[in-house]
């Protein structure tokens, strides 16, 4: 049986796209798209930057699909260029921590922009909102310590679930390096947040 | 020395990446150990903490900004080193979908509820078929109908002469049977919807998608349609297909947005202006409104967008 499943698969989009398909790549391109968004804003914290991601994503694919032999899965391939993009973004932060993007409250406490978009309906309960602030800005400020290979793997493996192997493999790399990277990563975490209590 | 190991492994137990041997030996050790014990729960505490940041879905117009932004961009570039087609070719895309055998059968598609009967053109690459099988003679150009040839596979001189055997694919119809429910029926009129050059067999593939059973490939295609059909008439079709999504998916909302905000033809966009007034008070659809209230060149969509903003009171 040819189709599993009427959703047109990857694999005949792909060679589609390859022959200049534009209809099938972005066809193929929906298949990802809201996930990998998704990725960047929790990443970046930013729409604009989860943006940027997204268009120097997919237009990357689309120019070096020619290059995608099916060695891997198309989904493998696509969060590859993703998560190098991302690599990059966190590695420019780095470079500017002047830039990074906090605010203060009313009562002169810093805290994350991150929880602007994260918090759309703030207003139900004061005190639980600067408890998640605070939360939250302890949890940016933890997490802006780690190397950004280290965030990388700790982001995609905490906050969107993939398996270490997967993680490898986007990041180029063996599973035992992911495992090992996301084991500095907790410990460095960890002892960030005990310091703050 | 055991405390140090399953210490060192708690964080991967947590998220559940130990092989099922190394699972089991934490699992048994915890059991004996007050420690470890301990220790799992200040792991687990950890990972709770950092999960009351949740992940947040991006918004619609975010997700229809970002397609909208990518599409201008593809339109200027190129795909490095392929040639780029400008017309499709669904004959040599069919011999890439490997149709199950179970189409190639020639049967009738019935009407579903309604008793609407239709035939559809589905287009097949016959075997290799010979030019002398045709004409009566060498010398004679064979009688080829031009329309119905999908591709020329092959031209060959015979040495010493003035013949030339050119091997052809044809076109032949078939005719499949099913009813919505079917994989295949399914398969065949999402193709018509997509690929078919005759929008009369588009729009009666898209409407008969609209009754189709609740599905998210439906679903997508419908979109497609909205979004990429050069027929006004299909791309209404395929809004009408979509209207009872609007509200519980997020993905359909901002297709229709899209073509609120983009669609060449004044129809499809009232029609789709009318479809996400029952959600005029989502910050996402408020703010499309907005603009479109402000500068949108067609002076019936502005002062329709107006009107609907004034019904909402604003919402922090």
Redesign the interface.
């Known amino acids: 049986?040819?189709?599993q499943?009427?959703?047109?698969d990857d694999t005949?989009l792909i060679?589609?796209a390859?022959?200049?398909?534009?209809?099938a790549?972005?066809?193929l391109?929906?298949h990802y798209?809201?996930s990998v968004?998704?990725l960047a804003?929790?990443l970046t914290g930013s729409?604009a930057d989860?943006?940027d991601i997204?268009?120097d994503a997919?237009?990357k694919a689309?120019?070096?699909?020619?290059s995608f032999r099916f060695e891997c899965s198309f989904y493998t391939w696509i969060y590859r260029i993703v998560t190098n993009l991302c690599l990059d973004h966190l590695r420019k932060r780095n470079v500017r921590k002047e830039d990074a993007p906090v605010a203060v409250d009313g009562s002169g406490e810093e805290y994350s922009l991150?929880d602007q978009?994260?918090d759309?309906r703030?207003?139900a309960n004061p005190e639980r909102d600067l408890m998640?602030r605070e939360?939250?800005s302890k949890?940016s400020a933890a997490l802006s310590k780690l190397t950004p290979r280290e965030r990388m793997v700790f982001e995609l493996?905490?906050?969107?679930g993939l398996?270490?192997r997967t993680v490898g493999e986007m990041l180029n790399t063996t599973e035992e390096t992911a495992?090992n990277t996301?084991?500095r990563a907790?410990q460095k975490?960890?002892s960030a947040?005990s310091e703050m209590r | 020395m055991k405390c140090d190991w399953v210490q060192?492994n708690l964080?991967?137990y947590v998220?559940n990446?130990l092989e099922d041997d190394a699972r089991y030996e934490v699992e048994q050790h915890l059991a004996r150990c007050p420690e470890c014990a301990a220790e799992l729960k200040a792991t687990r505490k950890?990972?709770a903490?950092?999960?009351?940041?949740?992940?947040?879905?991006?918004s619609p117009n975010?997700?229809a900004?970002?397609?909208m932004?990518?599409?201008e961009?593809?339109e200027t570039?190129a795909?490095?080193?392929?040639?780029?087609?400008l017309i499709?070719d669904p004959g040599?895309?069919l011999r890439?979908?490997?149709?199950?055998p179970a189409l190639v059968a020639a049967i009738f598609i019935v009407g579903f509820g309604g008793g609407i009967g239709a035939t559809y053109n589905f287009m097949k690459s016959q075997p290799i078929t010979d030019v002398s099988q045709l004409g009566p003679a060498p010398n004679t150009p064979a009688p080829v109908n031009a329309s119905t040839i999908t591709g020329i596979q092959s031209i060959t001189q015979q040495p010493g002469s003035d013949q030339v055997d050119i091997k052809f694919n044809t076109l032949s119809t078939q005719e499949a049977h099913g009813s919505l429910n079917d994989?295949n029926i399914?398969?065949l009129l999402?193709f018509a919807a997509?690929n078919n050059f005759n929008p009369g067999v588009r729009m009666d593939a898209v409407d008969q998608l609209t009754h189709a059973p609740n599905?998210?490939?439906?679903r997508?295609v419908l979109m497609?349609s909205l979004q990429?059909d050069t027929n006004p008439g299909v791309r209404l079709k395929a809004l009408d297909g979509l209207s009872s999504f609007v509200r519980q998916d997020v993905?359909v909302r901002d297709a229709v947005l899209l073509a609120l905000v983009n669609d060449g033809n004044l129809g499809v966009r009232n029609q789709a202006l009318h479809l996400v007034e029952p959600l005029k008070a989502d910050?996402g659809v408020r703010s499309v409104l907005t603009k479109l209230s402000q500068s949108d060149q067609n002076a019936s969509i502005r002062s329709q967008a107006r009107a609907m903003l004034a019904q909402v009171p604003e919402m922090?």
């Open positions: 049986m040819a189709a499943g009427s959703r047109i005949t060679r589609e390859q022959r200049g398909n534009r209809a790549f972005e066809v391109v929906r798209d809201q968004l998704r804003l929790h729409e989860a943006q997204h268009q997919f237009l689309y120019k070096n699909l020619g991150l978009v994260a759309a703030a207003g998640r939360l939250g949890i493996k905490h906050y969107h398996k270490l495992k996301l084991f907790t975490l960890r947040l | 060192d964080i991967f998220y990446e950890f990972h903490t950092l999960s009351q940041e949740p992940v947040i879905e991006p975010l997700l900004a970002s397609r932004r990518l599409q961009a593809l570039t795909q490095g080193g392929f040639w780029q087609r499709f040599a895309w890439q979908v490997r149709m199950a994989q399914q398969q999402l997509r599905d998210t490939n439906v997508e497609y990429n993905r910050s922090d």
